[in-house]
């Protein structure tokens, strides 16, 4: 059974920095594509970027470029998310999501979500 | 960077109504379209992937039609698990766009 497993609910103060985790089990890490999702209190679903284990070639939504880094460990199967100097606006959940691919690219087993909360 | 509309934003339907969502891309997609479902306090799941194919486990009252730009999610007998929010998203090139959702509700 495919699943990915994401790191506990985090409160932060701003300018703090953080790193968040993805562990993946039962399937080829390496293989497929890790994507990150947010979702601020009350909203939609926003892409921030994807990363592809296997050699860690990353890409960003404009959006969330130069805002978080993404980035993956081989060894331990995890993708992370991280930020350098939060702001209370990146007060949200955060999904990672694995991306796999028919004939087209599609989002199909996702973690249970990250709740960061960032107050001063 | 491509734009995904959704209509209607909300609706309020009863158990064993057919429910049509559309979803418009801001340019042609072809294929590349995907639906998710999301129940309130919960990640979101997989429905349909490539405009009409039925992720494994999905009930067969949901189906997809569409393409380039216009595609629309219909649900052909509301069930009460039914009732979340919906969302479209693109997969063409390499981003992954989602549409701001549609809320379902009871009415």
């Known amino acids: 059974e495919v699943q990915l497993v994401q790191s506990g609910a985090e409160v932060k103060k701003p300018g703090e920095s953080l790193k968040i985790s993805c562990q993946g089990s039962?399937?080829?890490?390496?293989?497929?594509?890790i994507a990150w999702v947010r979702q601020m209190p009350g909203e939609g679903l926003e892409w921030m970027g994807t990363?592809?284990?296997?050699?860690?070639?990353?890409t960003y939504s404009p959006s969330f470029q130069g805002q978080v880094t993404i980035s993956a460990d081989k060894s331990t199967s995890t993708a992370s998310l991280q930020w350098s100097g939060l702001k209370a606006s990146d007060t949200a959940m955060y999904y990672c999501v694995r991306v796999n691919r028919e004939t087209v690219y599609y989002l199909d087993s996702w973690g249970q979500g990250t709740l960061v909360t960032v107050s001063s | 960077d491509i734009q995904m509309t959704q209509s209607p934003s909300s609706l309020s339907a009863s158990v064993g109504d057919r429910v049509t969502i559309t979803c418009r891309a801001s340019q042609t997609i072809n294929r590349n379209l995907n639906w998710y479902q999301q129940k309130p306090g919960k990640a979101p799941q997989l429905l349909i992937h490539g405009v009409f194919n039925l992720q494994s486990g999905v009930p067969s009252r949901f189906s997809g039609t569409g393409s380039g730009t216009d595609f629309t999610l219909t649900i052909s007998s509301l069930q009460p698990e039914d009732f979340a929010t919906y969302y479209c998203?693109?997969?063409?090139?390499?981003?992954?766009?989602f549409g701001p959702g549609t809320k379902v509700d009871i009415k």
């Open positions: 039962g399937y080829s890490f390496t293989s497929y594509w």
């Open positions: 998203q693109q997969s063409y090139g390499t981003s992954f766009t």
């Open positions: 990363i592809y284990p296997g050699d860690s070639h990353t």
